[in-house]
């Protein structure tokens, strides 16, 4: 069982930056490839970015490359960030952290994958 709580979200000029963190709970913490989605009002949905177990494999969604970066601590405090840069208005969102397990390949860009979800937190980005 892992719980996650996501943390770091908040209101943010165009163009500045945030870092959100989702906190794992669990000793199998590094056992999970972790995924970040976020969700705009009316929209579905929508994958970020992703790290697996080891921390050795990332994957962003293009419109976010170049400008997000996700990192994890395995050792120290099980821990997930998403730094996000540049930010712009169409970045805001209600953010999610997940996990699932990656020990047979995975599916990181699909939603129906993860095992567990954090409760979200929300970014606005004004312009």
């Known amino acids: 069982q892992v719980q996650l709580v996501e943390s770091g979200g908040g209101l943010v000029q165009a163009g500045g930056s945030l870092r959100l963190s989702c906190a794992a709970s669990g000793r199998t913490f590094m056992s999970y490839g972790m995924g970040w989605f976020r969700q705009a009002p009316g929209k579905e949905r929508e994958f970020v970015t992703a790290i697996s177990s080891s921390g050795a494999r990332k994957y962003y969604a293009d419109s976010v490359k170049g400008r997000f970066t996700i990192s994890r601590d395995n050792t120290k405090d099980n821990t997930v960030s998403l730094q996000m840069n540049s930010l712009k208005p169409e970045d805001t969102a209600v953010y999610y952290c997940?996990?699932?397990?990656?020990?047979?390949?995975?599916?990181?860009?699909?939603?129906?994958?993860?095992?567990?979800w954090g409760q979200g937190t929300q970014v606005a980005v004004s312009s």
């Open positions: 997940a996990a699932l397990d990656d020990r047979y390949g995975a599916s990181w860009a699909n939603d129906q994958t993860y095992d567990y």
